[in-house]
């Protein structure tokens, strides 16, 4: 079962980078995790592996049966460093981190699989950030 996230987009005022919460935070952040932490298509699966989006999420979540995880936990919306991440691949011009982190985009209506592991993909587009 894959967990979709389908919610509005978050205020302006949560998308304003934080300064602490910039790109070279983000590269820091995510070479610290190991490999085999890394998952696709879930913000956390049964196995505790998680997208580049769920390792911003608390600790302590939990995980259903059908290996999705509850958001009952966690105000993504309102979270200031999902909302910096947000605006600093917004405002680099790249696609969705999720994209990035799944390994599918769209490029001229046809979907597209990128290439490398989600932790590889995601330190990559971060790493073309100015």
């Known amino acids: 079962m ?3 996230l389908e919610c509005a987009p978050p205020s302006p005022a949560v998308l304003q980078a934080h300064p602490v919460y910039d790109r070279d935070y983000f ?33 302590g979540l939990s995980v259903s049966p059908f290996g999705c995880f509850t958001l009952c936990s966690w ?3 309102n979270d200031a460093r999902a909302g ?8 680099g011009g790249l696609c969705s981190v999720t994209e990035i982190n799944d390994g599918l985009t769209f490029k001229d209506g ?9 932790k590889q993909r995601v330190l990559a587009a971060l790493r073309k950030l100015p």
Do not use: M
């Not at 490999?35 to 600790?59: S, V, Y």
């Not at 910096?84 to 405002?91: G, V």
């Not at 046809?110 to 989600?118: A, D, R, T, Y």
């Open 75 to 77: 105000d993504f919306e």
């Open 27 to 59: 590269i820091r952040f995510y070479e610290a995790i190991p490999q085999e932490n890394w998952g696709r298509t879930k913000l956390i699966d049964a196995e505790g592996r998680r997208c580049a989006l769920g390792h911003l999420g608390p600790t």
């Open 84 to 91: 910096a991440l947000a605006r600093l691949f917004e405002k």
């Open 110 to 118: 046809k979907i597209v699989e990128l290439s490398g592991s989600p």
């Open 2 to 4: 894959t967990l979709l």
